[in-house]
C-alpha cells in the first residue's frame, strides 16, 4: 500500500508539471477549453469548463498507475470524460500513447493539426519526475489491491485555473480565489465499506517566483488503515509561522474558524458569522477548502449545498483521517445531537446515489463538514444547530 502511495505522489506531480506547462502560454491554453455535455455540467456554475489539461492529468495518473500495478488502472474514476470532438466534428478518445510521438500524433488530431502545441504538451506528458517522502520510504504496509478504488479530480477549480489570476492576496493565509484555488486530488477508498485510506492533494500553484513568474507547487498526503495513521504536513502550515500539527485541540472557548463556497445559502453564513465572528472565509475550490482544514488554517470547512462529489472530497477525507479528523455529512449531523454520543455520519465512497444521474450520481448529497478535530467539531455543531433553531431542516 506504500508503495501505492509513493507512486500516487509521484504521478501527482507529473500532473502538477502538465497543470503548470499548460498555463505557460496563453495562446495554447485558449485552444484547450471545451464546454462540458450537459449531463457532465456541475450545476453549481453557469459555465463549466473542460480542459484538455483535465482530460491528460486524469489519463497520465490512470496510465501509469496501470503500468506499475495492472489492474489498478480499471478501478481509477474521475470527473472527466476522455472523448473530444474536433472543427471536423471528428470524436476522439484522448488516452496515454506508448510513445511521446504517438501521443503527440493522437493530441494534433484533438487540436486540430496544431504540431507545435501537441508536440509541447506530448513532451510533458511523457517526462519522468520524481517525487518522494523520506517518511514513505521506510513505511511498509501491506494491504490486498483488490479492494482498493481510486477517485481523482484532474484538476479542481478548473475556473480559477483557466481565469489564471495570480496576483491575489490572501486573508490570513486563506486565498478566496485566484491559482493557489487550484488542486489536483487523488484519493483511495475501500471499495468494500467505502472508507477512505489514502490521499494525495498536490497544489501545483502554491507560490510564484516574482523574478522569474514560474509557478513552484506543494504536495500533501495522508494515509489511514487498520491502526496506522501517518500525514506530512509542511513546517510553514501557518499564517504565524508557527507550526501545526494534528493536535487542533486548542481551548474550546476559542472561537471557530470556517472556510466557505462564495454561493453558501445567507441561512448558514449568517448562523456562520454569529458563531466565528470575524473567522468566516470565502474561496473557491472544494478541493482547496479541505486543504485549508488539513493545513490549520481554519477549523471547519462547511458546504450546505450539493454539488461537491465524491472526487471533490476523497483525498482531504483521508489525509484528515490521518489526522484524526475527517470529513462528515452536515445535514445528517444537524439532525442529530452530538451529546448522543453516536458515531458521526462519515462520507462514504463506494456507492451511487439512487435515482441519480450524470454527474449526481456522486454527489455529496448532505453537503458536508470537514474538520481536524472532533472534539472542535463537536462544539461547533451545538453552535449551529443552536444558531440555526427551527431552520435547521431547510438548509
Not at 28 to 54: C, P, R, S, V
Not at 177 to 203: A, E, H, K
Not at 235 to 246: A, I, K, N, P, R
Not at 303 to 326: N, P, Q, V
Amino acid at each position: 500500500m506504500s508503495d501505492i502511495l509513493r507512486e500516487l505522489l509521484r504521478v501527482s506531480e507529473k500532473a502538477a508539471n502538465i497543470a503548470r506547462a499548460c498555463r505557460q502560454q496563453e495562446a495554447l491554453f485558449q485552444l484547450l477549453i471545451q464546454e462540458k455535455k450537459d449531463a457532465e455540467k456541475n450545476k453549481k456554475f453557469a459555465a463549466d469548463f473542460k480542459t484538455l489539461a483535465d482530460v491528460l492529468v486524469q489519463e497520465v495518473i490512470k496510465q501509469n498507475m496501470e503500468n506499475k500495478f495492472p489492474g489498478l488502472g480499471k478501478k481509477i474514476f474521475g470527473e472527466e470524460s476522455n472523448e473530444f470532438t474536433n472543427d471536423l466534428g471528428e470524436k476522439i478518445t484522448v488516452e496515454l500513447q506508448s510513445t511521446e510521438e504517438e501521443t503527440a500524433e493522437l493530441l494534433s488530431r484533438v487540436l486540430d493539426g496544431n504540431m507545435l502545441a501537441s508536440e509541447a504538451l506530448a513532451k510533458v506528458v511523457h517526462q519522468d519526475v520524481d517525487l518522494t517522502d523520506p517518511t514513505l520510504e521506510s513505511l511498509e504496509i501491506k494491504v490486498p489491491q483488490d479492494i482498493l478504488g481510486i477517485w481523482v479530480d484532474p484538476i479542481d477549480s478548473t475556473y480559477q485555473y483557466i481565469k489564471g489570476s495570480a496576483n491575489v492576496k490572501s486573508n490570513q493565509g486563506v486565498f478566496p480565489s485566484g491559482l493557489q484555488c487550484v488542486t489536483i486530488l487523488i484519493g483511495v477508498y475501500d471499495i468494500q465499506t467505502g472508507m477512505p485510506l489514502m490521499g494525495v492533494i498536490n497544489q501545483p500553484f502554491a507560490s510564484q517566483n516574482l523574478t522569474t513568474l514560474r509557478w513552484k507547487g506543494q504536495c500533501y498526503w495522508g494515509l489511514s488503515y487498520m491502526g496506522t495513521n501517518i500525514h506530512s504536513l509542511p513546517l510553514d502550515t501557518s499564517s504565524d509561522g508557527e507550526t501545526q500539527t494534528e493536535n487542533s485541540d486548542v481551548e474550546l472557548s476559542c472561537p471557530f474558524s470556517a472556510v466557505i463556497s462564495t454561493s453558501e445559502n445567507e441561512t448558514i453564513k449568517a448562523a456562520l458569522l454569529r458563531i466565528c465572528r470575524g473567522g468566516v472565509f470565502p474561496a473557491a475550490g472544494a478541493g482547496y477548502k479541505s486543504l485549508c482544514v488539513v493545513q490549520g488554517l481554519v477549523d471547519i470547512y462547511i458546504f450546505s449545498e450539493d454539488t461537491t462529489y465524491k472526487w471533490d472530497s476523497c483525498a482531504a477525507h483521508a489525509i484528515l483521517r490521518a489526522m484524526g479528523g475527517g470529513i462528515v455529512d452536515m445535514k445528517e449531523c444537524l439532525a442529530r445531537s452530538p451529546e448522543t454520543g453516536l458515531d458521526l455520519p462519515q462520507l462514504l465512497y463506494h456507492t451511487e446515489n439512487k435515482g441519480a444521474s450524470g454527474v449526481d450520481l456522486w454527489a455529496n448529497k448532505g453537503g458536508l463538514i470537514a474538520y481536524r478535530s472532533r472534539h472542535r467539531l463537536d462544539t461547533f455543531l451545538s453552535c449551529l444547530i443552536q444558531n440555526l433553531g427551527p431552520l435547521k431542516t431547510q438548509t
